[in-house]
């Protein structure tokens, strides 16, 4: 019988980090790292951490929870998410952001299967 159900400790996961290119690095040092966790029916579930430090980047249609850090999200077409643990997100696809991280982030996030890098 194989397994139908599993479980991942996302606060746990030790995630490599890389340096943002300097066109989405706003200030020097900025990293994030990453890793997709499950996909299934359509639906795709990783963990993703940013440094402290300003970024930006353009979207893909994304549900996420942080489960640690702070700062905010702003997006250039209207609107903010102040980030803390246990916020709940939504970014749509085509936003064009800038994340604003004062204490390292990490969020669970949920999107539909793309073919995409993280």
Do not use: N, Y
């Not at 066109?23 to 996909?39: F, K, N, P």
């Not at 246990?86 to 669970?108: D, Q, S």
């Amino acid at each position: 019988m194989s397994v139908v159900i599993s479980s991942v400790g996302a606060g746990a996961l030790t995630l490599e980090h890389f340096a943002l290119p300097p066109e989405l690095s706003v200030t020097d040092g900025v990293s994030t790292g990453g890793v997709r966790l499950q996909s299934f029916d359509g639906i795709e579930v990783g963990v993703w951490e940013h440094s402290t430090g300003i970024s930006t980047d353009s979207e893909a249609s994304e549900v996420f929870v942080v489960i640690s850090g702070r700062g905010r999200v702003t997006c250039e077409q209207g609107g903010a998410i102040e980030l803390a643990p246990g916020v709940i997100g939504f970014l749509h696809a085509g936003a064009r952001t800038r994340w604003e991280i004062t204490e390292p982030l990490r969020k669970v996030w949920i999107s539909r299967r793309q073919d995409t890098a993280l």
